[in-house]
């Protein structure tokens, strides 16, 4: 996975489709899915770090104000 589009390619393998109108809240909640499917074994644990730390450095991203490219 390079970036948040990435991830979101993945959640939409599951059947997962997020998007709202709230950035922080798209991504608060992209985390939680992929924490489940790393629970339930669907992703492996290299596709949870990776999701992971791209997640957590769009939110930092995004706090800062900075746009990143999907």
């Known amino acids: 996975m390079q970036n948040i589009h990435d991830v979101r390619k993945l959640l939409m393998k599951f059947g997962t489709f997020i998007y709202t109108t ?6 608060e909640l992209m985390m939680m ?6 629970e339930w074994k669907f992703i ?3 596709q949870f770090q990776q999701a992971v730390l791209l ?7 995004y706090k800062k104000g ?3 490219d999907e």
Not at 22 to 27: C, E, I, K, M, T
Not at 33 to 38: C, F, G, K, S
Not at 55 to 60: F, T
């Open 22 to 27: 709230d950035r922080l809240g798209d991504l």
């Open 55 to 61: 997640i957590k450095k769009e939110s930092r991203e």
């Open 66 to 68: 900075t746009k990143i």
């Open 33 to 38: 899915e992929i924490n489940e499917l790393y």
């Open 44 to 46: 492996s644990s290299q």
